[in-house]
């Protein structure tokens, strides 16, 4: 067995629903193929070094599983089938795992080590929000403005223009 | 550039053979013996020289991922390009890996292709 590590970008509108239906599918495909699943982790939104489909931040996910190399097409067409998917990267990390079960464990230690965190910084990231909301409404100095105010291209080419 | 200032074009009629050497020196080549020639010199001035180490030989636990965004930026200048072994003093060994980092950053728009990216 081979470990292989995915990490996608998801478009930073999304709804929390939206986000567990992804991981809900991407699980589905790797049990329906048979794939041993370790982890997916949250890494949380970030600023995206270039605009891609004119984002400029993007939820990063990170999903490690083991597999002999079949389940990698077919995660990476469901990943692409997914609109709200930005880009993706699948990565070998080892090539060979010897004790299925000790990486199980290992990885859901992990696991829950790092949801627990993202949790925390989602927790964060909501007061950090409300302060600026909040900021705002004073009437304080205009914080910068946000990533993408419109999804539809006419009024953001308006602006441009 | 000052390197290719002294091959000009009069230069190389009246010296050929000095001329067949300087081209098969490869560009490398001659970036190398100028920074080696920046070190003597630096040395000569009095100014201590400072050996450059390998960051990931220094610190054999530190790995080399794609997702740590913040130690590749060390290794990318402002405008998005590697940094040359020959200036971070990375060795080969660690350096070759810490390229393939960087493109697949770069892929996920962790680091920019181009540009300052933030």
């Given at each position: 067995m081979?470990?292989f590590?995915?990490?996608?970008?998801v478009?930073?509108?999304?709804s929390?629903e939206?986000?567990?239906?992804i991981?809900a599918?991407?699980?589905?495909v790797l049990?329906?193929?048979g794939?041993?699943?370790?982890?997916?982790d949250d890494?949380g939104?970030?600023?995206?070094a270039?605009?891609i489909?004119r984002?400029?931040?993007?939820?990063?996910?990170?999903?490690?599983?083991?597999?002999?190399g079949?389940v990698v097409?077919?995660?990476e067409?469901?990943?692409?089938?997914?609109?709200s998917?930005?880009r993706?990267?699948?990565?070998q990390?080892?090539r060979h795992?010897?004790?299925i079960?000790?990486?199980?464990?290992?990885?859901?230690?992990l696991?829950e080590?790092?949801?627990?965190k993202?949790?925390?910084r989602?927790?964060?990231?909501?007061?950090?929000?409300?302060a600026?909301a909040?900021?705002?409404a004073?009437?304080?100095e205009p914080?910068?403005e946000?990533d993408r105010?419109?999804?539809s291209?006419?009024?953001?080419?308006d602006?441009e223009? | 550039?000052?390197?290719m200032?002294?091959?000009g074009?009069?230069?190389?009629?009246d010296?050929d053979?000095d001329?067949?050497r300087?081209d098969?020196q490869?560009?490398?080549?001659?970036?190398r013996?100028?920074?080696?020639?920046?070190?003597?010199?630096q040395?000569k001035?009095?100014?201590?020289?400072?050996?450059k180490?390998?960051?990931?030989?220094?610190?054999?636990a530190?790995?080399?991922d794609?997702?740590?965004?913040k130690?590749l930026?060390?290794?990318?200048?402002?405008?998005?390009?590697m940094?040359?072994r020959?200036?971070?003093g990375?060795?080969?060994?660690?350096?070759r890996?810490?390229?393939?980092?960087?493109?697949?950053?770069?892929?996920?728009?962790m680091?920019?292709?181009t540009?300052?990216?933030l």
């Amino acid at each position: 067995m081979r470990e292989f590590e995915t990490t996608f970008i998801v478009q930073p509108e999304i709804s929390d629903e939206g986000l567990q239906a992804i991981r809900a599918r991407l699980d589905g495909v790797l049990e329906r193929h048979g794939a041993v699943r370790l982890m997916c982790d949250d890494l949380g939104r970030k600023r995206l070094a270039y605009e891609i489909r004119r984002f400029q931040k993007g939820h990063y996910l990170e999903l490690h599983y083991l597999d002999g190399g079949p389940v990698v097409p077919e995660i990476e067409r469901a990943l692409r089938l997914d609109d709200s998917v930005l880009r993706f990267l699948t990565v070998q990390v080892s090539r060979h795992v010897e004790d299925i079960e000790k990486r199980k464990a290992e990885a859901a230690a992990l696991e829950e080590e790092r949801a627990r965190k993202a949790a925390e910084r989602a927790a964060r990231e909501v007061e950090e929000e409300a302060a600026r909301a909040a900021q705002e409404a004073r009437g304080d100095e205009p914080p910068r403005e946000p990533d993408r105010e419109d999804d539809s291209d006419s009024a953001d080419a308006d602006e441009e223009e | 550039m000052s390197g290719m200032g002294m091959g000009g074009p009069g230069y190389d009629r009246d010296h050929d053979r000095d001329h067949d050497r300087e081209d098969s020196q490869s560009v490398k080549s001659r970036l190398r013996a100028r920074a080696r020639k920046k070190a003597r010199r630096q040395k000569k001035k009095g100014g201590f020289l400072r050996r450059k180490v390998c960051r990931y030989c220094a610190d054999p636990a530190l790995p080399i991922d794609y997702k740590d965004q913040k130690t590749l930026r060390l290794f990318v200048s402002e405008t998005g390009k590697m940094i040359p072994r020959r200036i971070s003093g990375n060795c080969a060994r660690h350096q070759r890996p810490l390229a393939i980092a960087i493109k697949r950053a770069r892929l996920l728009a962790m680091l920019p292709f181009t540009g300052q990216g933030l």
